[in-house]
């Protein structure tokens, strides 16, 4: 089954959502606990790179200097998930089962989100879970 990006954490659960799962370092003001079956804040970025990150486009920089800057932080990021395996192999595991996964943030853009990377990550896991079966 996919493992869906698309949604914003505070649209309401549709059919076909399958598992919903909150990707966010803080829980979303107004957010219902409800609508979400899973909170991993591991699977977020660090507070310090949340930090970095709101701080550089704070400030007007080229397409170029944008771009640039958010390759190197999305490898910063894929480097923090790296001690979070064990838990992206949990949900790779979810995956080959069949399960829907439906990633939340509060990003509104697709372009530079984590979900993005993180769906990626999901996906090599179970690749690599099915190769060693």
Do not use: V
């Amino acid at each position: 089954m996919p493992i869906l990006i698309e949604k914003h954490a505070r649209l309401n659960p549709q059919p076909g959502d399958g598992y919903r799962l909150l990707i966010t370092r803080y829980w979303l003001r107004g957010l219902k606990r409800e609508n979400i079956n899973l909170w991993y804040k591991e699977l977020a970025p660090s507070e310090k790179l949340l930090s970095q990150y709101s701080a550089y486009f704070k400030i007007d920089h080229s397409e170029e200097e944008q771009i640039a800057y958010h390759k190197m932080w999305c490898e910063t990021y894929r480097m923090e998930m790296n001690g979070q395996q064990e838990l992206i192999n949990l949900l790779a595991l979810r995956h080959l089962q069949g399960d829907t996964l439906s990633l939340l943030c509060a990003c509104h853009s697709l372009d530079r989100c984590h979900r993005k990377i993180l769906a990626e990550l999901i996906e090599e896991a179970s690749r690599s879970l099915a190769a060693d079966e």
